[in-house]
C-alpha cells in the first residue's frame, strides 16, 4: 500500500453500471405514511412472497386511475346502509 495517493484526475460517479430499468417503469423516491406501507406489506405477506408490496401499490395506483376503485360517495353509502341496518 503507498502512503500517498494521487486523486487529482479521479472522477465522481457509479463503481458500477447502473441495472437495466424494467420496461416502462421509473424509478422514483416517494414519501408515504407508515400506515400505507404497513397496510401493503400486510397485503404481500397474506399473498405468500408472490406479490411485493410496491407492485401492490402499483396496482392500486391503477385501479384509481382507471376509476375501478371504489367511490368515496359509494363507500359512504354502503357504511350509512349497514349503521341503520345496525340501528333499527
Do not use: C, W
Not at 408490496?53 to 382507471?66: C, K, P, R, V
Amino acid at each position: 500500500m503507498k502512503d500517498r495517493y494521487d486523486f487529482s484526475n479521479a472522477k465522481r460517479g457509479r463503481v458500477l453500471p447502473e441495472p437495466p430499468s424494467e420496461s416502462g417503469k421509473v424509478k422514483v423516491s416517494i414519501r408515504l405514511d407508515e400506515e400505507i406501507i404497513d397496510y401493503f406489506n400486510a397485503l404481500a405477506d397474506k399473498s405468500g412472497g408472490k406479490t411485493g408490496y410496491q407492485t401492490l401499490i402499483n396496482s392500486a395506483l391503477h385501479e384509481y386511475l382507471e376509476g375501478k376503485a371504489p367511490k368515496l360517495e359509494d363507500t359512504l353509502r354502503r357504511i350509512l346502509r349497514e349503521e341503520l341496518r345496525k340501528a333499527g
